[in-house]
């Protein structure tokens, strides 16, 4: 399991919350990514990570900010949580392999519904 | 924009029967990736495709990457339940160890005996 966790795994907000999920890993990778999956859309890049303090815009950030303090820990923020951000939440991190090819291997996952 | 397309986005097939799913990608990449999910879990890593030709087996499951004509196909041989889940495929749009990839909406399958 690549040594992520994610938490919490399972949260109920209100609308207009602040909420933050935290990415854990164990194994010192320097890319960290958050994904979204909702049904009919597959997984989609929200933000993404290449070094402690180094961040960047994936394909949906609006409404999501991301912070890395420690190489291990990739927190995820939704600043005023709206309905349309209920979604299944995905943390990556991404592993070197021979031959010069790189895998994403994939946390657990965090459900979150905003009511 | 890139555009990761996959069909059929739902298949029913029987025990026995062969199928193949369809990855179509709207720009160049030579980083193809196949996962597996379950229902209510995370994505499992399948297949790592690197090249034009580049084919990888495991068991029953076959997938092979055409970079000219953008297309990857993942091949079910005499399928059986235990591959029932949904199947997604993922081009990496950067290359080297960035890794943003864009999914395909995922391909459900269910394997009815």
């Known amino acids: 399991d690549a040594g992520i966790t994610q938490s919490p795994r399972h949260k109920v907000t209100e609308t207009g919350t602040p909420v933050t999920l935290r990415c854990h890993q164990t194994?010192?990778?320097?890319?960290m990514y958050w994904y979204r999956q909702d049904p009919g859309h597959g997984l989609r890049l929200i933000h993404y990570?290449?070094?402690?303090?180094?961040?960047d815009k994936g394909e949906v950030s609006d409404g999501y900010s991301v912070s890395r303090s420690k190489t291990e820990d990739f927190l995820l923020t939704l600043e005023s949580a709206t309905s349309s951000q209920t979604s299944v939440y995905f943390c990556?991190?991404?592993?070197?392999?021979?031959?010069?090819?790189?895998?994403?291997?994939f946390g657990p996952g965090t459900r979150l519904t905003v009511t | 924009e890139l555009k990761v397309e996959q069909n059929p986005l739902f298949l029913s097939m029987q025990e026995g029967k062969n199928y193949t799913i369809y990855c179509n990608y709207s720009?160049?990449?030579?980083?193809l990736y196949w996962y597996r999910q379950d229902p209510g879990k995370s994505l499992e890593s399948l297949f790592v495709?690197?090249?034009?030709?580049a084919v990888k087996q495991e068991g029953r499951l076959m997938a092979s990457l055409d970079t000219k004509a953008r297309l990857s196909t993942l091949h079910i041989t005499a399928a059986v339940h235990d591959l029932s889940a949904t199947y997604f495929c993922?081009?990496?749009?950067?290359?080297?160890?960035?890794?943003?990839?864009?999914f395909g909406k995922g391909t459900k399958l269910s394997v009815k005996p």
């Open positions: 990570s290449y070094g402690v303090k180094d961040t």
């Open positions: 194994e010192n990778h320097r890319y």
């Open positions: 720009t160049t990449s030579d980083r």
């Open positions: 993922a081009v990496d749009v950067y290359g080297g160890s960035q890794g943003n990839l864009i």
């Open positions: 495709l690197l090249s034009n030709g």
């Open positions: 990556a991190i991404s592993e070197s392999r021979a031959g010069g090819r790189y895998e994403q291997y």
